[in-house]
């Protein structure tokens, strides 16, 4: 939850300029993860960026963390856009490696996401569809030390 506030902060003028709507629901009784901050910071700051991108009329973005539903032991955190949505052809390719729709996009921020969460222990999923918006799941383990110096709340 934390790292989901700073990162909002640093984002917040750009979401702005671009009329975005920033909708959060952060459970405040989440336990603490082990990760490194810097890294899902930059998987938290890649997607909203996405998400700015897909709603190039303004739009908003919906967060909300909580505990894994289907997987115990973890969290999640999800990210979700009313933007244009992912095409059908285009959702498989989602994770590859230098895949990119973005005329100035390098292909490497997905495909690092999704690197970063199994490095961490975790994955990212995506829920699309034409003119119904993205949904990104993180889902990250707990950790067990709850006082770890290295834990982060997300």
């Known amino acids: ?6 990162t ?3 984002l917040a003028g750009e979401l702005r300029r671009h009329h975005i709507e920033v909708v959060v629901s ?4 989440l336990p603490r993860i082990l990760g490194d901050p810097t890294a899902l910071q930059r998987v938290l700051m890649n997607l909203l960026m996405n998400a700015r991108d897909a ?3 303004g739009g908003k973005i ?8 289907d997987h115990a032991g973890m969290l999640q955190l999800s990210v979700a856009d009313t933007g244009a949505g992912i095409p059908a052809e285009v959702f498989p390719k989602l994770f ?6 973005k005329a100035s996009g390098t292909g490497l921020g997905l495909w690092l996401a999704r690197r970063t969460l199994r490095e961490h222990g975790g994955q990212i999923d995506a829920e699309s569809g034409p003119g119904k918006g993205t949904k990104f799941t993180l889902t990250l383990p ?3 030390d709850q006082e770890g110096a290295s834990a ?3």
């Open 142 to 144: 707990v950790t067990r």
């Open 26 to 29: 952060l459970d405040r009784n």
């Open 55 to 57: 709603m190039l009329e």
């Open 96 to 101: 590859d490696i230098f895949f990119t729709t």
């Open 62 to 69: 919906r967060i909300e963390s909580g505990p894994a539903r």
């Open 152 to 154: 982060q709340r997300p």
């Open 8 to 10: 909002l902060m640093l």
């Open 1 to 6: 939850n934390e790292l989901v506030e700073a």
